[in-house]
């Protein structure tokens, strides 16, 4: 009974969120100031939607195919097609850590993937497991086990099945785009299947993409992580295996603070300035609730292998202390990942203010495991608003984008 009634509470919260964050200001005090009549507010469609009407508002349709993992996780990617058919040139777009593949299609006519798509590419979109549109073949999204992973589980499981399942369902070698998250993980699985990735990846643009973070800034600095280490790790105790579950009290009761006044709005823009860095092109406040609306389950794991990563300085697997270590690595300390073993083909993208995947350390990073086919560039964007900027996107990263891919992109079948 108590499960049945915190179902409809479910129910009727989403009800609630979906009607009053559909409507969308261009300030933060018009959400506020009698928002219904305003001129400078406005219901958009695409908040709170599936992927499916999200794509259909913007004259595209999205499939879903089902892709199984080694480890017994059934993914889900989601592939866009235009009135004229299918593109040209496999692109794979992956996302990042608490988020799913939704976030490349937040932006309206200025999302990555819609953008991409109206171009003439034929573009795919992974959600690695743990997001909503993943299941397990035994466990339930209750059980502790079903979120023991780190994003070492992302590299070496998920991307090798959805690189297999797009190859074989378009015989075209892919164009893969990672952000955050899906670059870390992508570095990991081309320096660990050198040999596999070629049969499969035509060329990897990483974009704002950690690997070693040793400069990382605001919220996410190592003297913060530091500080903070210990009460994390404790998290898992506290039966919190998982962090802002889709349907849990902790994202709605964010989502709900958000929204609640114009000083907890502005608290919460602020928050995401300290986490992901400022910006000359602040988050637009029309984008603010679908943008937040795409900020859900995270594994604690992958949450704490990127804390381990930032205080450590290091670039290795997941710590699990050195008990742990030793049966596991056959050392007190976790392997290192090897950038020495990265392949030629790849596009390194940084962002000038990110406070997560810093310019010195993409920079450094980049000098210090430099191959013959590298190249590297900068944006004018901290770790988050390329997504949402809807007025200099198209100036300040698309023209980049566009380039890179059409140098380095397969029209044709697998060679």
């Given at each position: 009974?108590?499960?049945?009634?915190?179902?409809?509470?479910?129910?009727?919260?989403?009800?609630?969120?979906?009607?009053?964050?559909?409507?969308?200001?261009?300030?933060?005090?018009?959400?506020?100031?009698?928002?219904?009549?305003?001129?400078?507010?406005?219901?958009?469609?695409?908040?709170?939607?599936?992927?499916?009407k999200l794509a259909q508002n913007h004259d595209l349709s999205l499939e879903k195919h089902l892709v199984?993992?080694?480890?017994?996780?059934?993914?889900?990617?989601?592939?866009?097609?235009?009135?004229?058919?299918?593109?040209?040139?496999?692109?794979?777009?992956?996302?990042?850590?608490?988020?799913?593949?939704?976030?490349?299609?937040?932006?309206?006519?200025?999302?990555?993937?819609?953008?991409?798509?109206?171009?003439?590419?034929?573009?795919?979109?992974?959600?690695?497991?743990?997001?909503?549109?993943?299941?397990?073949?035994?466990?339930?999204?209750?059980?502790?086990?079903?979120?023991?992973?780190?994003?070492?589980?992302?590299?070496?499981?998920?991307?090798?099945?959805?690189?297999?399942?797009?190859?074989?369902?378009?015989?075209?070698?892919?164009?893969?785009?990672?952000?955050?998250?899906?670059?870390?993980?992508?570095?990991?699985?081309?320096?660990?299947?050198?040999?596999?990735?070629?049969?499969?990846?035509?060329?990897?643009?990483?974009?704002?993409?950690?690997?070693?973070?040793?400069?990382?800034?605001?919220?996410?600095?190592?003297?913060?992580?530091?500080?903070?280490?210990?009460?994390?790790?404790?998290?898992?105790?506290?039966?919190?295996?998982?962090?802002?579950?889709?349907?849990?009290?902790?994202?709605?009761?964010?989502?709900?603070?958000?929204?609640?006044?114009?000083?907890?709005?502005?608290?919460?823009?602020?928050?995401?300035?300290?986490?992901?860095?400022?910006?000359?092109?602040?988050?637009?406040?029309?984008?603010?609730?679908?943008?937040?609306?795409?900020?859900?389950?995270?594994?604690?794991?992958?949450?704490?292998?990127?804390?381990?990563?930032?205080?450590?300085?290091?670039?290795?697997?997941?710590?699990?202390?050195?008990?742990?270590?030793?049966?596991?690595?056959?050392?007190?300390?976790?392997?290192?990942?090897?950038?020495?073993?990265?392949?030629?083909?790849?596009?390194?993208?940084?962002?000038t203010t990110d406070a997560l995947a810093t310019k010195e350390d993409a920079l450094e990073t980049f000098?210090?495991?430099?191959?013959?086919?590298?190249?590297?560039?900068?944006?004018?964007?901290?770790?988050?608003?390329?997504?949402?900027?809807?007025?200099?996107?198209?100036?300040?990263?698309?023209?980049l984008l566009s380039k890179v891919i059409e140098q380095h992109i397969n029209k044709g079948t697998l060679?």
């Amino acid at each position: 009974m108590l499960l049945k009634i915190f179902l409809v509470f479910v129910f009727i919260m989403d009800a609630i969120f979906a009607r009053n964050l559909s409507l969308v200001c261009r300030t933060p005090e018009g959400y506020f100031e009698g928002s219904e009549s305003s001129s400078d507010c406005w219901y958009d469609p695409d908040v709170n939607v599936l992927p499916e009407k999200l794509a259909q508002n913007h004259d595209l349709s999205l499939e879903k195919h089902l892709v199984h993992t080694e480890d017994g996780w059934i993914l889900t990617t989601f592939r866009l097609k235009t009135v004229r058919g299918y593109g040209k040139g496999v692109v794979f777009l992956q996302h990042g850590m608490m988020t799913d593949a939704m976030c490349f299609m937040v932006n309206g006519d200025h999302s990555i993937a819609f953008f991409l798509a109206k171009q003439g590419y034929d573009v795919w979109l992974g959600n690695f497991r743990g997001s909503d549109v993943s299941t397990h073949a035994r466990l339930k999204r209750s059980d502790k086990d079903f979120w023991d992973f780190s994003f070492h589980e992302h590299a070496l499981y998920d991307l090798p099945a959805f690189f297999k399942y797009v190859t074989q369902k378009t015989q075209s070698k892919i164009l893969y785009i990672g952000h955050s998250m899906g670059g870390t993980t992508m570095a990991i699985y081309l320096s660990t299947n050198p040999v596999e990735s070629k049969k499969y990846i035509e060329r990897s643009i990483l974009f704002q993409s950690p690997t070693y973070m040793r400069h990382t800034k605001g919220l996410v600095a190592r003297s913060v992580v530091n500080d903070i280490y210990g009460v994390l790790g404790a998290l898992p105790s506290m039966g919190m295996n998982a962090l802002m579950e889709t349907h849990s009290f902790e994202r709605q009761s964010t989502i709900q603070y958000c929204s609640a006044s114009l000083a907890d709005l502005r608290s919460c823009l602020k928050l995401s300035d300290l986490i992901n860095g400022d910006c000359d092109f602040p988050f637009p406040p029309e984008n603010f609730f679908i943008g937040l609306l795409t900020v859900r389950n995270c594994a604690f794991r992958v949450l704490y292998h990127y804390a381990q990563v930032i205080r450590s300085g290091e670039f290795r697997m997941y710590d699990y202390g050195p008990k742990g270590n030793l049966n596991r690595y056959n050392s007190s300390v976790p392997t290192s990942y090897n950038l020495e073993h990265l392949p030629n083909d790849i596009t390194w993208i940084f962002g000038t203010t990110d406070a997560l995947a810093t310019k010195e350390d993409a920079l450094e990073t980049f000098e210090r495991f430099k191959r013959p086919g590298w190249d590297i560039h900068e944006i004018p964007y901290n770790h988050l608003n390329a997504f949402v900027d809807n007025v200099h996107v198209a100036q300040h990263f698309f023209p980049l984008l566009s380039k890179v891919i059409e140098q380095h992109i397969n029209k044709g079948t697998l060679k």
